[in-house]
T-cell receptor, first 109, second 113 residues
Framework: AQRVTQPEKLLSVFKGAPVELKCNYS??????LFWYVQYSRQRLQLLLR?????SIKGFTADLNKGETSFHLKKPFAQEEDSAMYYC???????????WGAGTKLIIKP | KAGVTQTPRYLIKTRGQQVTLSCSPISGHRSVSWYQQTPGQGLQFLFEYFSETQRNKGNFPGRFSGRQFSNSRSEMNVSTLELGDSALYLCASSSGQSTNEQFFGPGTRLTVL
């Protein structure tokens, strides 16, 4: 079955510290993985997708097919990174996104 | 392009009532997905409509239903409301092609008393 797991409901780090939000997936085909972010009082929006291989707001994520992971990383956290982060999987068999439970990231000053 | 709009933004209903929520997608988008968002359960997929047909469905009871019109606007209906239906209901639109980005609306905050 297709599944996305975000093991941490809450992650709290100090400003300037590295951040890693974990995402593991279960899917036997060729997945496309996404990270969406929801800042306070804002809409849920796409942060990045693995096929574009971009760095957005200092965040990067690498698809590791061997470990079936797509962890989101940033070397130096900023207070404005505080938000809810969702990892999502698009299976090539349908057009539905499979969502993780989300991780609330809090950056302490 | 105008973004995804949802109406109403806030609703207060009592148990047993029914409610209809509306979503207008981005112009040209043919797919509309609906989600329920709660602090405890996160983002739960309700259903997705593409070209007026339900293409995908989540694991919600039959009290939750939806439809899509020829202009791609979508409505979702919840009948016989329960206290546990209190949540933020989000809709997202996309072109409907595989692996395409979803654009979210601001949500409708439903409170069931």
């Amino acid at each position: 079955a297709q599944r996305v797991t975000q093991p941490e409901k809450l992650l709290s780090v100090f400003k300037g510290a590295p951040v890693e939000l974990k995402c593991n997936y279960s899917y036997s085909g060729s997945p496309e993985l996404f990270w969406y972010v929801q800042y306070s009082r804002q809409r849920l929006q796409l942060l990045l997708r693995h096929i574009s291989r971009e760095s957005i707001k200092g965040f990067t994520a690498d698809l590791n097919k061997g470990e079936t992971s797509f962890h989101l990383k940033k070397p130096f956290a900023q207070e404005e990174d505080s938000a809810m982060y969702y990892c999502a999987l698009s299976a090539d068999s349908n057009y539905q996104l499979i969502w993780g439970a989300g991780t609330k990231l809090i950056i302490k000053p | 392009k105008a973004g995804v709009t949802q109406t109403p933004r806030y609703l207060i209903k009592t148990r047993g009532q029914q409610v209809t929520l509306s979503c207008s997608p981005i112009s040209g988008h043919r797919s509309v997905s609906w989600y329920q968002q709660t602090p405890g359960q996160g983002l739960q997929f309700l259903f997705e409509y593409f070209s007026e047909t339900q293409r995908n469905k989540g694991n919600f009871p039959g009290r939750f239903s939806g439809r899509q019109f020829s202009n791609s606007r979508s409505e979702m209906n919840v009948s016989t409301l329960e206290l546990g239906d209190s949540a933020l209901y989000l809709c997202a639109s996309s072109s409907g092609q595989s692996t395409n980005e979803q654009f979210f609306g601001p949500g409708t905050r439903l409170t069931v008393l």
